[in-house]
């Protein structure tokens, strides 16, 4: 025991640092809070219905009415206790206080990395922090994308394991690959998963021509073989997850349109628009060296001690605003602090903030470039230099265009800027595999001293020209200033004098923030050249050398993340419990003990806002995958104008509006609500969605149900009654078993207010499963014969319960796996020794 601890002494001693480091910079959390995450808040309204579920019944069910009418719950919270990987993702996000956790997965995992490249500790340390501090991997934490940051925190671990496989411990890396690509899968961000596929793609690729140009092909097959085999297992072990994502991910708006006449929506996939709406700027691919050359944050406000601010404060601005709107100067002077005074001008619709490498990091980066030798640099250049042109998306889409039209799922994704999230890792990893090279004395100090000096001059000449002459190569300017000249023109009554004033103020301070930030990266850039050339020269020894790069990496890197991430980001558990307060009206409905009835709040961005749903089930919501269907609704029946008769068939029973006089809240009884399920006279037939969507514009939905042709043959016409002569009502009501009763002396069709959703649904009458169909273009409705009969609804898919037996048989596989091959490995270690 006492020689394990000596020979992994260092290794225990750096996590140690590694999780007080954590800890440090999310104080906080020793106090009981956790960050105001804004999408995490959102996910936690989303999810009231299932939690609810969940603490009543010790499960949460796999379909929620909470919002869009109903959906499945796969993409907001579902569990899946047979997948073991689900556990992992436990331990990484409930085990240590949130976000310390994820961070400590970023820093252990690319530590990992490094020591499977058999980096020195101290520099593998080091490469860590700059693996995890990259500002990128912060600002998510802060926004609240959780899954992103835990299948990113994967990302070195995943690599790791591929290059032990590579090297030839077929085993243990098959097995830790099955491991780490569960786990990648199971954090559940497809898009991050894709992008480091096409990284290791790449690697492949490379390390194939490799075996060929050496003849070394047996060798590779064979790692390939255990790679694909522990690629296999970690699809095993998700099967539940892949396999209700897949079916699930056809019915969403990344699937297929059903409406032709819209020409906006495209066939098949996102809008590129929209999958584009987030591209990386060009120029803007320079904060990775200086942080803030494009403003930072698109919602940080310019320096209080700037032009900007000065000229509102000091009269050149509020006098001639007093002489043309008198009380009302003070409002329209806030207007142009708040649509003018942007610090950000990258063409982006809104950042929480620059991808951020580090100073020290590009100069080794460079550095790296130089000295070299392994084949692994053609990888990490060729991977980077794709991911960085796909990442510019509309702003350079002759490459982005190719692989959205053609490659396999690339048009599922949104925010293809998301790209340089792996850059973030290959460009520290190059830098550290520059620095291994130079200590392990392969160049003579003359030319490790030159290449230095030639990054440096790189590097540091360039943020030099930008702390010097910053409009030589940018222009400081938003896309969208003619718009904002032409409003300020507007406000200022046509005071062109003024406006120019304004704007070149806006400039001014953008450029002083960039020039202030350009200092910062030469003087980084210093050190690091100072201490590289110290230990390249032997002035330095290589422990301390190491040691000071780690922590002045750790320093830039801290830095510029804690104006993203900092203590003011966290609360106390009640302030995040109390994030979206209960209203008075929200009381008054919440008085209505009926199980299921919907609510439409127009105080609210009601389609793409969740904060009523942590009270109510709603129409409306937010979620980034809702049914294509419901989508397609939304744009027909309420982008332009709502529709009332859709809002009966919801069954909507409350509205919420406001007063925008007194800013007062008032809730209104829709009394034309259709309620649960009802009888229709008739049914009018329509030949495709197109014409179901026009029928449904205007119609009575209490009297009869449009229905699309290819349901006729489960219509008898011949026997219909109007069904006005019984009942049908909601007996028994959980998100996924819908129990009704219903009497009638004649068949009839019967519209029950629920999405229609077939890849799970089931319906039961009197216990015998029975056909039903889709009405009104996203409800349920069914033909029922006469008499008096129960009919139950049950959402039971065979994509969730087959695949979790699949996903224990992988599991199982998977413990089998890491079992034999840790005592292979212990069992060669004994014979060495």
């Known amino acids: 025991m006492n020689n394990w601890f000596n020979k992994n002494g260092i290794h225990l001693a750096i996590i140690a640092f590694f999780v007080i480091l954590c800890f440090t910079y999310f104080s906080p959390v020793l106090q009981g809070k956790a960050p105001r995450q804004d999408d995490v808040l959102q996910a936690k309204a989303m999810q009231t219905e299932i939690m609810n579920v969940k603490a009543k019944e010790g499960k949460g069910p796999l379909w929620t009415n909470q919002m869009f009418g109903g959906m499945p719950a796969y993409q907001i919270w579902v569990q899946y206790p047979l997948n073991i990987s689900s556990y992992g993702i436990d331990l990484v996000t409930k085990a240590l206080p949130n976000p310390v956790g994820t961070v400590l997965l ?10 499977v490249l058999k980096v020195n500790p101290w520099l593998a340390a080091a490469g860590a922090i700059a693996v995890a501090f990259a500002s990128y991997n912060f600002i998510i934490i802060a926004a609240g994308h959780s899954n992103k940051a835990v299948a990113i925190g994967f990302f070195a671990p995943v690599l790791a394991s591929i290059i032990l496989t590579l090297r030839g411990r077929y085993l243990l890396g098959a097995s830790l690959t099955a491991l780490f690509m569960a786990l990648e899968i199971r954090s559940n961000h497809i898009q991050m998963t894709y992008y480091l596929f096409i990284a290791l793609i790449i690697l492949v690729g490379i390390e194939l021509y490799h075996a060929f140009k050496v003849k070394q092909l047996k060798s590779f097959g064979k790692a390939i073989a255990y790679l694909s085999a522990g690629m296999f297992v970690a699809l095993l072990i998700n099967a539940g997850t892949l396999w209700t994502t897949y079916e699930y991910g056809k019915e969403t708006i990344r699937g297929k349109s059903n409406i032709t006449t819209d020409k906006t929506e495209p066939a098949n996939g996102l809008d590129k628009d929209y999958a584009y709406q987030w591209s990386q700027g060009v120029g803007e691919s320079f ?11 698109s919602g940080g406000a310019l320096n209080e001690k700037g032009e900007f601010i000065k000229i509102l404060q000091d009269g050149t601005v509020s006098t001639p605003l007093q002489t ?12 142009i602090a708040q649509t003018a005074g942007s610090q950000y001008w990258g063409n982006k619709p809104g950042t929480a903030g620059p991808y951020y490498f580090g100073a020290i990091i590009c100069l080794l980066f460079v550095f790296g470039l130089f000295i070299v030798k392994h084949r692994w640099k053609w990888w990490i250049v060729a991977a980077s230099v794709l991911l960085l042109l796909l990442s510019f998306g509309q702003n350079f889409p002759l490459i982005s265009d190719l692989f959205f039209n053609y490659f396999p799922l690339y048009n599922k994704f949104r925010a293809v800027e998301s790209t340089l999230a792996v850059l973030a890792l290959l460009v520290p990893l190059l830098a550290i595999l520059g620095l291994k090279e130079a200590q392990e004395g392969k160049y003579d100090q003359k030319y490790l001293t030159q290449r230095l000096m030639w990054s440096a001059g790189i590097v540091g000449g360039f943020a030099l020209l930008v702390a010097l002459v910053p409009t030589v190569f940018f222009s400081f300017t938003s896309e969208n200033e ?10 200022l009554q046509n005071n062109s004098g003024l406006t120019d004033k304004i704007l070149g103020a806006v400039i001014n301070d953008r450029i002083a923030l960039a020039r202030a930030d350009a200092w910062r990266t030469v003087l980084f850039i210093a050190i690091g050249f100072g201490i590289t050339w110290a230990f390249i020269n032997k002035k330095m020894n290589m422990q301390l050398a190491f040691g000071l790069l780690a922590l002045f990496i750790l320093v830039d890197l801290w830095q510029v993340d804690r104006r993203y991430l900092n203590n003011d980001n966290f609360q106390t558990q009640t302030e995040l419990a109390n994030h979206f307060p209960e209203r008075e009206v929200d009381q008054i409905i919440a008085t209505d003990k009926d199980p299921d009835y919907r609510v439409y709040d127009s105080t609210i961005q009601t389609f793409s806002n969740a904060s009523t749903t942590a009270f109510h089930k709603t129409v ?39 007063d925008p006089k007194n800013g007062s809240f008032k809730v209104t009884k829709n009394v034309t609500a259709c309620g649960n399920a009802w009888f229709v006279e008739s049914v009018q037939f329509a030949k495709n969605a197109d014409e179901e969507m026009a ?36 007996t028994k009501y959980s998100p996924d078993h819908l129990t009704y009763e219903y009497s009638t002396a004649k068949d009839a069709v019967a519209v029950f207010s629920e999405i229609y959703y077939n890849k799970g649904w089931k319906m039961y009458i009197d216990d015998v499963e029975k056909p039903y169909f889709r009405a009104d273009y996203v409800l349920r409705a069914a033909q029922l014969t006469a008499g008096n009969h129960k009919i139950d609804f049950i959402f039971h898919p065979t994509s969730y319960y087959l695949g979790e037996k699949i996903s224990l048989f992988g599991s199982v596989l998977l413990v089998a796996g890491l079992g034999f091959a840790f005592y292979a490995e212990e069992k060669k270690k004994k014979k060495k020794a």
């Open 482 to 491: 003619s718009s904002v000249r032409e409003w300020l023109n507007k406000i």
């Open 620 to 658: 409306g919501g937010y979620h980034a995958a809702k049914l294509k269907r419901f989508d397609e609704l939304i744009r027909n029946q309420f982008d332009k104008s709502v529709n009332q008769d859709v809002l009966d068939m919801l069954n909507t029973k409350y509205m919420i509006s406001q």
């Open 106 to 115: 970023y820093l252990l995992g690319a530590y990992l990395l490094f020591c």
């Open 324 to 335: 043309m709107y008198g009380q009302n100067a003070d409002q329209a002077l806030n207007a």
């Open 695 to 730: 029928a449904i514009s205007s119609f009575d939905a209490k009297k009869e149900a449009i229905v699309d042709d290819s349901f006729k043959n489960l219509i008898d016409t011949t026997r219909l009654g109007t069904g006005q002569e019984g009942f049908i009502k909601l």
């Open 287 to 297: 904060t990775f060296l200086i942080p803030n050359l494009y403003g930072g944050s």
